[in-house]
């Protein structure tokens, strides 16, 4: 069966109006991006809990009906209910596809680092003598193309071959918390790379699911949690992959889950951010920058006695 796009542009102003009225209309679902996407006056924006982002300045709205629908004509209709000009448009069909495999086509391999790899669950692993962990993406965040997740994988990798290398015998047990776990991918890659225990935290519970199923695939056991769950758990090695605004309230929280001395990896930060979060965990962490990647910081360090 084929679709049918409706596609505008307008204004921030009045584009949430004009997508709940379509909406109401008729249509099946309504996406808003900004309009100079794939330019140089492109302009990113990031939905943090938090923070207002807003819209575009100028915005390209996308709404799906039903072959048998009039999409212009339900444009007509929604710009004439609200007083608004009839913005610029065009009718797009939309051919039906095979939606499970487009998705799987778009998650190849991913090569971490020399020793990791992420591997989604329908893939050979194209180094068997790596670390590879198997992943099914859905919806939950962390699928190892992000450059955060990216990030606190390599600093994962780094700092358990650096423990490792300076650990007396016998060999002390690490403990990981993974907070924001999303697919669970950290606190597996944590398990992977030498952990003797991993917890896995996330405020939505089908990302539980989601990591659990994840961990059972990679053969490691893991306890996962919602934070409506009391935590008594400290870490030897924390890391939260969230957002900056979140991270900034979570700092005592954080701080009494890592052990004294105990590393910390903070990520989903900004480039500008960074000095902020610092500054924020300094009475608990003494953190700097650990590497940055396409805009964003990975922050580490030592939690203070």
Request: glycine share 6%.
């Amino acid at each position: 069966m084929s679709w049918l796009n409706l596609v505008l542009h307008m204004p921030r102003e009045q584009a949430d109006a004009f997508g709940d009225a379509l909406m109401e209309l008729g249509a099946i679902s309504i996406n808003v991006e900004d309009a100079a996407e794939g330019t140089a006056a492109e302009k990113p924006i990031f939905g943090e809990p938090g923070a207002s982002a807003g819209l575009w300045d100028s915005c390209k709205l996308t709404a799906l009906f039903l072959p048998d629908a009039d999409p212009a004509g339900i444009a007509r209709e929604a710009a004439s209910v609200l007083e608004f000009e009839l913005p610029l448009l065009t009718v797009e069909t939309l051919e039906d596809v095979d939606w499970v495999q487009q998705n799987r086509d778009q998650f190849q391999p991913i090569k971490i680092s020399e020793r990791v790899w992420i591997v989604p669950t329908w893939h050979n692993a194209p180094d068997s003598a790596a670390i590879n962990i198997s992943l099914d993406p859905g919806a939950a965040f962390g699928t190892g193309s992000h450059p955060t997740t990216r990030l606190c994988l390599q600093w994962l990798e780094a700092t358990f071959e650096s423990l490792q290398k300076s650990l007396q015998q016998p060999p002390k047990k690490i403990s990981m918390l993974d907070y924001g776990t999303g697919s669970g991918i950290l606190a597996i890659a944590a398990m992977k790379l030498g952990a003797h225990h991993a917890v896995g935290v996330d405020i939505d519970s089908q990302a539980i699911e989601a990591a659990r199923y994840n961990a059972q695939q990679n053969g490691v056991a893991i306890e996962f949690s919602t934070t409506h769950s009391t935590l008594d758990y400290v870490a030897d090695i924390t890391v939260a992959n969230i957002l900056a605004n979140p991270l900034k309230v979570l700092a005592p929280l954080l701080a009494s889950h890592t052990q004294i001395g105990g590393q910390i990896a903070l990520a989903g930060i900004l480039d500008h951010q960074a000095d902020e979060i610092i500054a924020i965990y300094k009475p608990w962490f003494k953190l700097d920058v650990w590497q940055r990647a396409e805009g964003w910081s990975c922050i580490a360090g030592i939690r203070l006695a």
